[in-house]
């Protein structure tokens, strides 16, 4: 079972329990909204869209990005100590990372509005003044504007490497550019998880049909908890609409073996789900220009 948002008749997106191939509308008008609830609340209109009637069949139409409205996309960085390794390796500012590793505060970042985020099957991001953008599987908490977990998701959080290497003062164009955030489309619920501190996160990178990277990762090997990360992203700022929380990445690829368009990466977190996206180099929306 996963909260998603679906095409309705009207071709307007709303938002809706899925259930095997059968979609159950929710009494709100879209992901936003709902996310303004408290955890129970949420639960508690899951049950009566459930248990309601039949449902609607899915049909053949593609979910679309799983979250709408205000509702934003964070970033955790760091927060593996295979990040601090290869962050340390990559950049001449290693001591940045390994101080970042071991203080009190975690490292957080705006990643993506919602407009912008990328879904399974949709192409996704390569930045073209970069060498080495790499992909990077992490679990995403979805939490509600009452800083609760209502669920999880699968997020690919691509980095312009070679960008951030040069300068962690550059971080903001290394994470923020056309078709840099990608999510699974269906959220899983927070409750129908068992051990979420404890999950297997899997990415494979097909190029040419062949595979020439694939890794795994445990979120038991993360050095902060989500309380704690949740606790940070929420002092002192507020959420509206809710908010996604990327939680980092145990996965990296070898330096100097960037992503190329065409490549196909997919990431699997056991019990959340998989994500599947073909990079493609970002433009500019035509008529747009850099001065």
Known sequence: MKLVRYLGDTGRARAAVLDGDVVHPLPVPDMATLLRYRVAEIRELIDR????????????????????????????????LRSRSARVEESPYGLVYEDVYDAARPELFFKSAAWRVRTDGEPAGIRPDCDDTVPEPELALVLNRH??????????????????AENPIYLPQAKLYQGSCALSAGIVPWWAIATPEDLSVAMEIRRNGAVVFSGEARTSTMKRTYTELVEW??????????????????????LGDGLRPGDVVTVSIDQVGTLTNTMTEARPLAGGSAS
Request: charged share 15%.
């Open 49 to 80: 869209a459930t248990t309601a009637g039949a449902g609607l069949s899915l049909g053949e139409a593609p979910l679309p990005a799983p979250i709408d409205g205000r509702t934003e996309v964070w970033g955790a960085g760091v927060t593996y």
């Open 147 to 164: 800083a609760e977990i209502v669920g999880a998701l699968v997020c690919n959080d691509l980095t312009a490497r070679g960008i951030e």
């Open 233 to 254: 992203l929420f002092r002192p700022d507020e959420f509206p609409d809710g908010v996604v929380l990327s939680t980092g990445t145990g996965i990296v690829p070898p």
